[in-house]
């Protein structure tokens, strides 16, 4: 745990930094401080008095994934059965699933 500004609550605390190596995130957390609008000073963590609300985040986004994919494979064959066309049908599938990228929250960065 280092002492850095938590995402959460944004105040300098002792934080579990977060994984900007996962695609989504680390993307974001570049192409912002790129632009200079990043608002994650150092690198970004949260900590333990923001825990209980991260982890309520992280399981609310894991269910939205689930949702979002199976609204994405109804899609999906409801418009491949109506129409025949399969490359449609997963252009549709890919759209509505990555909707639910909307509300990502990044996960953990795993201890090495």
Not at 4 to 26: A, Q, W, Y
Not at 30 to 45: C, N, Q, V
């Amino acid at each position: 745990m280092k002492s850095t500004f938590c995402s959460l609550c944004r105040k300098e605390k002792k934080t579990t930094p977060l994984d900007t190596r996962s695609m989504v995130f680390g993307s974001y957390i570049k192409a912002m401080r790129f632009l200079k609008f990043s608002k994650h000073i150092g690198e970004p963590g949260v900590c333990k008095g923001c825990m209980n609300k991260y982890k309520s985040m992280l399981s609310e986004y894991r269910k939205k994934q689930v949702i979002y994919g199976l609204l994405a494979v109804f899609f999906a064959a409801v418009y491949m059965w109506a129409t025949g066309n399969i490359v449609l049908s997963l252009v549709i599938a890919v759209f509505v699933f990555s909707l639910s990228f909307f509300s990502y929250v990044p996960p953990l960065k795993a201890e090495e």
